[in-house]
T-cell receptor, first 117, second 117 residues
Framework: NAGVMQNPRHLVRRRGQEARLRCSPMKGHSHVYWYRQLPEEGLKFMVYLQKENIIDESGMPKERFSAEFPKEGPSILRIQQVVRGDSAAYFC???????????????FGPGTRLTVL | AQTVTQSQPEMSVQEAETVTLSCTYDTSESDYYLFWYKQPPSRQMILVIRQEAYKQQNATENRFSVNFQKAAKSFSLKISDSQLGDAAMYFCAYRSRTGGGADGLTFGKGTHLIIQP
């Protein structure tokens, strides 16, 4: 069973461009989480999605950031008009259906490191 | 909102010795999960150990054990017989159990563990 996959692993964008980060959850997982890790910081929760639904976006910046998890295909985190402060590592995690197992453990992908020039 | 505090930015230990990493948290909830994650230089987040708040018994996984003090809201990680491969950033994390335990994780800022050969 392949783990959580993220691509690209490294992404370089110039200020004002768009960044698209992809996350393919583990097989059978229907919950996806996105986290951001700024340099020298812990991971900060951004958004929690199920297929075709945003469940909790309390950690998402109000502007320029959006996320989706379509019925088919990977989850996408989209950052429009990137600024230097968006430079960070973005991690995706997936979890099985709530209620299966006591922990609903989140399995993390390897992350995408975004650099904004 | 919950907060997680790791007061030790960096710790150093001799190989084969024992080290304890500190973590405190703040919450008004009575039922939750606590985790320790390891992030080696590869940046992959690896779950080390987990604890359910309602369980009084401290969790143990091989050389890793926790000291969970619910009243003090303390959750420290003890690594016995430290090995060079233990060198990494260690993050303490909290997760609410309301909502079926599907919430995002709240992380501390991490402790950089150095293993001296």
């Amino acid at each position: 069973n392949a783990g959580v996959m993220q691509n690209p692993r490294h992404l370089v964008r110039r200020r004002g461009q768009e960044a698209r980060l992809r996350c393919s959850p583990m097989k059978g997982h229907s919950h996806v989480y996105w986290y951001r890790q700024l340099p020298e910081e812990g991971l900060k929760f951004m958004v929690y999605l199920q297929k075709e639904n945003i469940i909790d976006e309390s950690g998402m910046p109000k502007e320029r950031f959006s996320a989706e998890f379509p019925k088919e295909g990977p989850s996408i985190l989209r950052i429009q008009q990137v600024v230097r402060g968006d430079s960070a590592a973005y991690f995706c995690a997936s979890s099985p259906i709530v209620g299966v197992g006591p922990y609903n453990e989140q399995f993390f992908g390897p992350g995408t490191r975004l650099t904004v020039l | 909102a919950q907060t997680v505090t790791q007061s030790q930015p960096e710790m150093s230990v001799q190989e084969a010795e024992t080290v304890t990493l500190s973590c405190t948290y703040d919450t008004s909830e009575s039922d939750y999960y606590l985790f320790w994650y390891k992030q080696p230089p590869s940046r992959q987040m690896i779950l080390v150990i987990r604890q359910e708040a309602y369980k009084q018994q401290n969790a143990t996984e091989n050389r890793f054990s926790v000291n969970f003090q619910k009243a003090a809201k303390s959750f420290s990680l003890k690594i016995s017989d430290s090995q060079l491969g233990d060198a990494a950033m260690y993050f303490c994390a909290y997760r609410s159990r309301t909502g079926g335990g599907a919430d995002g994780l709240t992380f501390g800022k991490g402790t950089h563990l150095i293993i001296q050969p």
